[in-house]
């Protein structure tokens, strides 16, 4: 256990979130990634389990905490920590070796306060949680109680493993601290594609938007763009953390805002259905810059071109086609019929999985800023993944790598790379036989993986984790 030190090395502690157990890894990325906005350097491994919904964090001040609590989406509540054991008594103990000077200012006579109790993975009748509060009466308690809106609130946690078949009687670990400050979870009940004004088949959900802004650090005044915007929820998420945001999309209908409705019972988009009012309807529109059509592998922007973060959801071919625009010569069907409401592009080719990932990356490479940030989604066949097949580029540091599981035999992995080094030439992936980047290819044939391990279950897996739950 560890030793308290004083006001200089308080311990605080994060409720993580539980609805995504198989997906806690962004979790890591997004705590470090807050902290180093505010220039903390933070090794994060040391304390973390992936298994546990609480994780102690030591080397920080309390207004980092509020800080990373003011735009975590992963982390429900933080606590500053003022004991903790294996058992009552160990709690007991830790929590009168705490300094009395770091809590007396919470504990005084004309103070009111509450004190909660948390319980993981068990339920505790009310009669149980009052007996717990009342063994803590050796705890200098000078104020008066206030449920109803106290000045501090004080929480006893108690983590009961992760296993719902096997609860065990007594916690395996128990914790005592002051409430600092709630984490953003809000968000992703009231920026829900639910109540989205525009939206379509592959909207991203608000919850895994907010995480990946946070991967990509973005900041009041940045520059974030999304290659492949679709309806634009990545852009909705940045501009709520005040970056100006733009995007393009090789979809004629999807960046105009026309065609065929995605929701039920609506057949057609009406008007005003497009990515600007989703960003009016957050008040957000300010910082629209623009979208445009336009195809990844031919990008139009000008070499001097600067964002400071990439974060975008490129297309899997399972919901929507990979598809690029061709030459005449290159025609494989001919062009399509666009009154009849399909997308219009005058001619088009197959647009391969690794071919994407080879243009975003060399995209990035010479369109981030120096320390500027790719996130992406990039789509796995399970039985054939190892971590040599992720993308690398010389110009290119990986942060993470985090999988969010699809079905039995499918995943997506978000991918969070930081802009190390300026490019030369030598340096751009080339599509084909590129030793840095061939092992992708064999999931060229994604979809194809796809759909079959859906016929071998009988249509089981499809139902499983729809790509973007909300
Ligand atoms: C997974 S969706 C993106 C969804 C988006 N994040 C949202 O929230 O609506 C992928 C998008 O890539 C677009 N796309 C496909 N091929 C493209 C290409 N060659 N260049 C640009 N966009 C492309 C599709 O039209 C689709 O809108």
């Known amino acids: 256990m ?18 995504n157990v198989d997906f806690r890894l962004p979790v890591q990325t997004e705590i470090k990634a807050l902290l180093s ?7 994060t491994s040391e304390t973390f389990s992936e298994k546990s919904p609480f994780w102690q964090l030591n080397g920080l001040s309390e207004d980092d905490i509020r800080s990373v609590m003011s735009r975590t989406v992963c982390g429900k509540s933080s606590f500053e920590l003022w004991g903790h054991g294996t058992t009552t008594d160990e709690l007991r103990k830790s929590l009168l070796e705490y300094p009395a000077e770091n809590m007396a200012p919470y ?10 109790v948390y319980t993981f993975n068990k339920t505790l009748v009310f009669k149980d949680r009052i007996k717990k509060i009342d063994a803590l ?45 709630d984490g953003q979870r809000e968000l992703i009940r009231s920026y829900s594609v639910k109540k989205r004004h525009f939206i379509g088949n592959t909207s991203m959900d608000a919850g895994l938007s907010f995480i990946m802004a946070n991967h990509a650090k973005v900041k009041a005044d940045d520059l974030v763009y999304d290659p492949f ?72 922007w000008r070499k001097t071109a600067q964002f400071d973060a990439i974060v975008t959801d490129p297309p899997y071919g399972i919901r929507e086609s990979t598809r690029r625009t061709g030459s005449h010569k290159d025609i494989i069907k001919p062009p399509e019929d666009f009154s009849s409401g399909e997308s219009h592009v005058p001619v088009s080719m197959a647009y391969h999985l690794s071919d994407i990932f080879a243009d975003l990356l060399n995209f990035a490479a010479r369109h981030l800023v120096l320390g500027g940030r790719l996130v992406y989604w990039l789509p ?47 340096d751009r992936l080339s599509h084909l036989a590129d030793p840095r980047f061939t092992p992708y290819q064999g999931h060229n044939s994604f979809r194809e993986k796809y759909f079959s391990g859906v016929t071998k279950k009988n249509g089981k897996d499809a139902k499983a984790t729809p790509r973007n739950k909300e």
């Open 2 to 19: 560890a030793a308290y030190c004083g006001r200089a090395c308080r311990q605080y502690l994060l409720h993580l979130a539980h609805d």
């Open 37 to 43: 906005l505010r220039n903390r350097p933070f090794d």
């Open 107 to 116: 504990l005084q006579q004309h103070s009111t306060y509450k004190i909660n």
């Open 137 to 181: 009466d050796f705890l200098p308690f000078k104020g008066t109680v206030n449920l109803k809106d106290p000045e501090h609130i004080f929480c006893l946690l108690e983590d009961y493993g992760s296993d719902p078949n096997d609860i065990p009687e007594d916690p395996f670990h128990i914790y005592f601290g002051r409430w600092i400050a």
């Open 229 to 300: 915007v679709g309806t634009g929820s990545l852009l909705v998420a940045c501009s709520h953390f005040g970056a100006y945001v733009c995007g393009t999309d090789i979809d004629y209908n999807t960046i105009h805002g026309i065609g065929k409705a995605s929701r039920k019972n609506q057949k057609w988009r009406g008007p005003d259905e497009n990515i600007r009012a989703n960003l009016r309807q957050y008040g957000t529109d300010r910082l629209y810059v623009d979208v445009m059509v336009s195809d990844a592998s031919k990008p139009l």
């Open 380 to 426: 796995i066949y399970r039985p054939e993944y190892c971590e040599e097949m992720v993308p690398l580029h010389p110009c290119l540091t990986l942060i993470s790598n985090c999988e969010q599981t699809l079905s039995s035999h499918t995943s997506r992995r978000l991918i969070t790379m930081e802009k190390t080094k300026e490019p030369e030439d030598s």
